[in-house]
Nanobody
Framework: QVQLVESGGGLVQPGGSLRLSCAAS????????MAWYRQAPGQQRELVAR???????NYADSVAGRFTISRENAKNTVYLQMNNLKPEDTAAYLC????????????????WGQGTQVTVSS
């Protein structure tokens, strides 16, 4: 079994910063790409940022220049540093990872965390 657990969400004023973390645990053989998505009430889930196992990154246009995704492979953890937060960044942030389990030699699957709420409001 594989689990992803997010942390670091909360309430912050516009212009503030937060750092989200997502740790993967369980029967992990290797982790490919890791990503952060977000979903606001009544809206579709959208990709915020993604990082490959070679550290290539891509960002949604709405967060480019304000958010930074990084990963710490030794801890099976991905981070999202969010600066200059805006009210429109308010959403549940979900971690996603493509993981090969130790007993799946030739296939991998997408796993999701439960989400952490980020609220940007004065």
């Amino acid at each position: 079994q594989v689990q992803l657990v997010e942390s670091g969400g909360g309430l912050v004023q516009p212009g503030g910063s937060l750092r989200l973390s997502c740790a993967a645990s369980g029967s992990i053989g290797s982790i490919n790409a890791m990503a952060w998505y977000r979903q606001a009430p009544g809206q579709q889930r959208e990709l915020v940022a993604r990082i490959t196992n070679g550290d290539s990154t891509n960002y949604a246009d709405s967060v480019a220049g304000r958010f930074t995704i990084s990963r710490e492979n030794a801890k099976n953890t991905v981070y999202l540093q969010m600066n200059n937060l805006k009210p429109e960044d308010t959403a549940a942030y979900l971690c996603n990872a493509n993981i090969r389990r130790v007993y799946d030699l030739f296939s991998s699957g997408d796993y999701w965390g439960q989400g952490t709420q980020v609220t940007v409001s004065s």
